[in-house]
């Protein structure tokens, strides 16, 4: 049973550090996305790559916050330096193109 | 430009039917649900492409009206599995963009 698995599934971090959450899409999947989630925001999409060229990430404070995809089986979202107004769940997803998205469990972000 | 879901929440009794609506100010390429239960993630329900068709899956099916710019969800004899809350997602131009809803809340009580 293919899933995207991400890590760390917890992180609590100091204002100021540096974060790094991981997402292992699903073999065979061409697309990924980067999702926050949040009880004011909603879900957000934050970036997302077809074929691990970046698409778009205009939903990403661009100051702090890059994402990446070293190779297919691999993607990074990092956030340097993290404020308390970070604080959420990420989401990774994969998918194929005119398909649909297939969530990873999440990474729960508490900066104090 | 949001998509607006209707209603935010819907409290049925086993074996009762529902319907969650979407509506998007923009002209859609396509309409994708998911389901969320509490402290989990989405899970991919359904996807429906432009060209206005409908589709199911189990009790569960849904439309997708595209002269409108709106896709309802269908919900019959539901189960206690069904609680969460249900989103949808739009798309416009084909890009695989997703813009989600802000969620109807449903719970089923026995």
């Known amino acids: 049973d293919a899933r995207v698995t991400q890590t760390p599934r917890h992180k609590v971090t100091e204002m100021g550090q540096e974060v790094t959450m991981r997402c292992q899409p699903i073999?065979?999947?061409?697309?990924v996305f980067w999702y926050r989630q949040t009880m004011m925001q909603g879900l957000e999409l934050l970036a997302y790559f077809r074929n691990r060229a970046p698409l778009d990430d205009s939903g990403m404070p661009k100051d702090r916050f890059s994402a990446e995809m070293p190779d297919a089986t691999l993607a990074t979202l990092k956030i340097q330096p993290s404020e308390p107004r970070d604080s959420a769940v990420y989401f990774c997803a994969s998918g194929r193109s005119e398909g649909g998205q297939y969530f990873g469990p999440g990474t729960r972000l508490t900066v104090t | 430009q949001q998509p607006v879901q209707s209603p935010q929440a819907v409290i049925l009794r086993e074996g009762e039917d529902a319907v969650i609506n979407c509506s998007s100010s923009?002209?859609?390429?396509?309409v994708h649900w998911y389901r969320q239960k509490h402290g989990e993630a989405p899970v991919f329900l359904m996807i429906?492409?432009?060209?206005?068709e409908q589709k199911g899956h189990e009790k569960i099916s849904a439309s997708f009206n595209e002269k409108k710019q709106q896709s309802s969800l269908y919900l019959t004899a539901s189960q206690l599995s069904y609680s969460g809350t249900y989103f949808c997602g739009t798309e416009t131009g084909g890009t695989d963009k997703l813009i989600f809803g802000t969620g109807t809340r449903l719970q089923v009580f026995p």
């Open positions: 429906l492409l432009k060209g206005g």
């Open positions: 923009k002209a859609l390429y396509s």
């Open positions: 073999l065979g999947h061409n697309t």
